[in-house]
């Protein structure tokens, strides 16, 4: 777990990938459970840095092809900045 914000009724998780066996991706889900967004992409393992507020987030990537990118994203998972 990430981030929990019962406020806006969300967490943020990471998890492993759905479409390969390795690597670890960032998720938002409602506390409902009725929504789950993806918020990082591309292969890899993502490690995640959120800011104080929630709203944005700072996405390092790493696999074997490429040895490190970072990416800064909102928390809908839209990116920003490459």
């Known amino acids: ?3 929990l914000d019962e406020e806006r009724g ?3 998780v990471t998890g492993g990938a759905k479409d ?3 690597g ?3 998720y938002r889900a409602t506390l409902d459970g009725k929504s789950v967004v993806q918020l990082t992409e591309g292969r890899g393992t993502h490690r995640i840095t959120l800011n104080a507020a929630g ?3 700072l996405d390092a990537v ?3 092809e490429n040895p490190g990118e970072t990416w800064l994203r909102r928390a809908d ?3 920003v900045r490459s």
């Open 1 to 3: 777990v990430l981030r």
């Open 77 to 79: 998972g839209s990116t």
């Open 62 to 64: 790493n696999h074997l």
């Open 10 to 12: 969300w967490i943020v």
């Open 55 to 57: 709203d944005l987030l």
């Open 20 to 22: 390969y066996a390795i």
């Open 24 to 26: 670890l991706h960032a």
